[in-house]
């Protein structure tokens, strides 16, 4: 089956084909409606075959539904029909789970996404459960703010692992997973990582959106 895989940022959409194809980029942002990401994805991939779709959505999904707006996006996500608007079968998962189930290797794994925001994602023995960490309180605000794109450029690299490693400790007392994967396309900024954490990638999106379809759930 060939699967169209889509991981929606705040910074660009990614696309993706299971066909060898290369990764490709749209510019995203508080611009980006579903309206005009379905029009540039469809713009972007018109050489490309595809039957089925996989979405990561930036945001709360509850039995297959966008429940909530994008902090990062334009307006418009919830109720619209992108299996009318593609014409294809189309699964959605929020952004961080679908990268955290291309991450999964085995028991309980929590996933961090170090990007435009905070993602998490929680996998025990297969399962995935989707979490929304980042507005949490932390400091002098919420964990999105020291973690996310925001905090990194206004902190510099060293003071912005720091952050990130004190959070890593607090999740592990609270979530005692097995190991953590720190994803997310700041990830590679970190200047130290504690013993059980292993850094994630990006690409781990595109597995994640395979797996959504290939495990039919």
Not at 79 to 92: L, N, Q, R, T, V
Not at 95 to 110: E, H, N, P, R, T
Not at 161 to 185: Q, S
């Amino acid at each position: 089956m060939k699967i169209l895989v889509i991981d929606i940022g705040g910074s660009n959409v990614k696309v993706r084909v299971n066909n060898g194809e290369e990764r490709r980029k749209i510019p995203s942002g508080t611009f980006m409606t579903p309206q005009k990401m379905v029009e540039e994805v469809l713009k972007t991939t018109t050489d490309w075959e595809y039957e089925v779709i996989s979405l990561g959505y930036p945001g709360v999904i509850k039995d297959g539904k966008i429940t909530a707006e994008p902090k990062n996006l334009g307006h418009g996500w919830m109720g619209f029909d992108f299996e009318s608007a593609f014409g294809k079968p189309f699964k959605i998962m929020n952004d961080a789970a679908m990268q955290a189930l291309g991450s999964y290797d085995k028991g309980v794994m929590l996933f961090l996404g170090l990007g435009t925001g905070l993602g998490s994602a929680l996998v025990s023995h297969g399962h995935v459960v989707p979490m929304e960490l980042a507005h949490l309180t932390y400091k002098k605000g919420v964990f999105e703010d020291y973690l996310g794109k925001k905090g990194f450029q206004h902190l510099g690299a060293a003071k912005w692992t720091k952050h990130v490693n004190t959070v890593v400790k607090r999740f592990t007392i609270a979530f005692i997973p097995d190991e953590i994967v720190l994803g997310g396309g700041n990830s590679k900024h970190l200047t130290k990582t504690l013993p059980n954490c292993r850094l994630g990638n990006n690409q781990m999106a595109f597995e994640g959106g395979l797996r959504m379809w290939n495990n039919e759930g």
